[in-house]
């Protein structure tokens, strides 16, 4: 499998603008791709999705850029995402950081709240170099 190891923090959950974010750890993310029972959406840009990535992985990035000047947010992130998976389907969303994975995280349960149009969203903070057995 790809990257997903040696992050650090546990499992458990955050709350980001009252939404709260289920989160796992490396070792989880890796139990439940391997098991097949959820995706993986990578919400980097292209360009780092490109430098490598978790075996499997689809991206959706959820900046189209990134400057001193500003960050350009995906405007068509929610419909993209539906296209690729169904509402049934449970992800783990992930970035470098964690940062943009919370943010899309957030979006997608919202999403969801008020439009039913995704299913279930597990968020993985992932850091630079994990590897997966």
């Known amino acids: 499998m790809g990257s997903l ?3 650090g923090g546990g499992g458990g959950a955050t709350e980001v603008n009252k939404v709260v974010i289920p989160m796992v750890d490396a070792d989880e993310a890796c139990a439940l791709l391997s098991a097949a ?4 959406l990578d ?3 292209w360009e780092d ?8 992985a689809r991206n959706v990035p959820y900046y189209l850029s990134v400057t001193p000047h500003g960050k350009e947010k995906n ?3 929610i419909e993209q995402v539906s296209a690729l998976y169904g509402k ?3 992800l783990i969303v992930g970035c470098r950081s964690g940062i943009r994975s919370k943010l899309a995280t957030t979006d997608l349960i919202n ?3 008020n439009y039913c149009k995704i299913g279930t969203f597990v968020l993985q903070l992932l850091a630079k170099d994990q590897i997966c057995p």
């Open 5 to 7: 190891r040696g992050g």
């Open 37 to 40: 029972t959820h995706q993986y």
């Open 43 to 45: 919400v980097r840009m």
């Open 49 to 56: 999705f490109d430098k490598g990535h978790v075996a499997g």
């Open 75 to 77: 405007p068509h992130f």
């Open 88 to 90: 049934d389907q449970n």
């Open 111 to 113: 999403a969801v709240i």
